[in-house]
């Protein structure tokens, strides 16, 4: 027990946990957010959360249970909604990396929303089981969370930030327009 201890308290898995739970915080409030604020801020956690992610320790599982998931389909709803609503009809990307990519003729869409609360649920279960603090489910949703890294949500962040990046930088004239209009409005509803 004392090896599992050492690695759900190891300086790397502590500075993973806390970008974690930020990511996590900042999804949660981000309803009212406007689109550059909230692509300028994912721009900048989606890059920490991969770094921290890839300087997990190795760990390995204890129990044969999975550990508890605390996501609801209504939390990932409400999250991937928030989403959806703020990035508008920049919320679609082509997706090239998926393994159906090789045996298809057209491109398959993939949109940020369902991408982030992909990862949201994730990050999110493993936050809320290490909130509560038991050793062995710790180091159980460590290794789980480590593992889906890998296999699964690490693969979404890269495509994500993709995408984000082009929304940020890729700017046609009537995107400028859109986002001078925001502001009008804004300043018409104070």
């Known amino acids: 027990m004392e090896k599992n201890t050492q690695v759900i308290f190891d300086r790397n898995t502590v500075e993973f946990v806390t970008v974690a739970a930020e990511f996590c915080a900042f999804l949660e409030r981000s309803e009212r957010m406007k689109r550059s604020v909230f692509v ?3 721009l900048k956690i989606l890059p920490l959360l991969y770094l921290k992610a890839s300087m997990l320790p190795e760990v390995e599982t204890i129990n044969e ?3 508890e ?3 609801t389909e209504e939390d990932y709803e409400v999250i991937r909604l928030t989403i959806a609503s703020i990035m508008a009809e920049k919320d679609d990307y082509l997706e090239v990396f998926l ?4 045996y298809s003729d057209t491109p398959i869409k993939a949109t940020i929303s369902e991408d982030l609360a ?3 649920q994730d990050i999110k279960d493993f936050v809320s ?3 509560l603090g038991f050793d062995e489910t710790m180091n159980d949703s460590l290794a789980v969370c480590k593992e889906n890294f890998g296999l699964y949500w690490g693969q979404k962040l890269v495509n ?3 995408a984000l990046h082009d929304v940020k930088y ?3 004239d009537e995107d400028i327009e859109d986002e001078e209009g925001d502001d009008e409005d804004m300043n018409d509803m104070l």
Do not use: E, G
Not at 99 to 102: E, K, L, R, V, Y
């Open 160 to 162: 994500t930030l993709r």
């Open 40 to 42: 300028d801020t994912t």
């Open 65 to 67: 249970d999975t550990p």
């Open 118 to 120: 992909d990862i949201y």
């Open 69 to 71: 998931s605390f996501v």
């Open 129 to 131: 089981v290490y909130r």
């Open 99 to 102: 393994q159906d990519m090789a």
């Open 170 to 172: 890729n700017v046609k």
